[in-house]
Nanobody, 126 residues
Framework: VQLQASGGGLVQAGGSLSLSCAASGRTSSVYGMGWFRQAPGKEREYVASISWTDGSTYYADSFKGRFTISRDSSKNQMYLRMTNLKPEDTAIYYC????????????????????WGQGTQVTVSS
C-alpha cells in the first residue's frame, strides 16, 4: 500500500487544519491506519489511529478533544482534523498503514505500521 499525505501548511495559533492521506495499491489488505508526527529534534509520536473495518478511533491522550481522525474507506482516504492548534503542534505529520490484522494491539507504536507516507509539514505560528 502506498500512502500520500497532504493538507499541511501554515496556520495561526488557535486555528484549524485538516490533513488527508490517500492510500493506493493493495488497499484490500488494510485493517487500520494511523497518524504520527515528528517535531524538530524530537522522536516521532503517535497521534491517532482508526480501524479500516468498523471505523473505531483511538487517540493518544494528549490529542483527545482537539484532533479528530476519520476515514472514507470507499475513497481509500484517511483524515485528521486538527483544531485549536498550538505552536507546539508544529511538526511533520505522517500517515501509516497498520501491519496486518494485529496492528490494533500495538497501535500506539511505530512497529505496528508497515508503510508510511512522505509526511506533510504543519507549522503553527504564535
Amino acid at each position: 500500500v502506498q500512502l500520500q499525505a497532504s493538507g499541511g501548511g501554515l496556520v495561526q495559533a488557535g486555528g484549524s487544519l485538516s490533513l488527508s492521506c490517500a492510500a493506493s495499491g493493495r488497499t484490500s489488505s488494510v485493517y487500520g491506519m494511523g497518524w504520527f508526527r515528528q517535531a524538530p529534534g524530537k522522536e516521532r509520536e503517535y497521534v491517532a489511529s482508526i480501524s479500516w473495518t468498523d471505523g473505531s478511533t483511538y487517540y493518544a491522550d494528549s490529542f483527545k478533544g482537539r484532533f479528530t481522525i476519520s476515514r472514507d474507506s470507499s475513497k481509500n482516504q484517511m483524515y485528521l482534523r486538527m483544531t485549536n492548534l498550538k505552536p507546539e503542534d508544529t511538526a511533520i505529520y505522517y500517515c501509516a498503514v497498520g501491519n496486518g490484522r494485529n496492528w490494533y494491539w500495538r497501535r500506539g507504536q511505530q512497529v505496528a505500521y508497515a508503510g508510511w507516507g512522505q509526511g506533510t509539514q504543519v507549522t503553527v505560528s504564535s
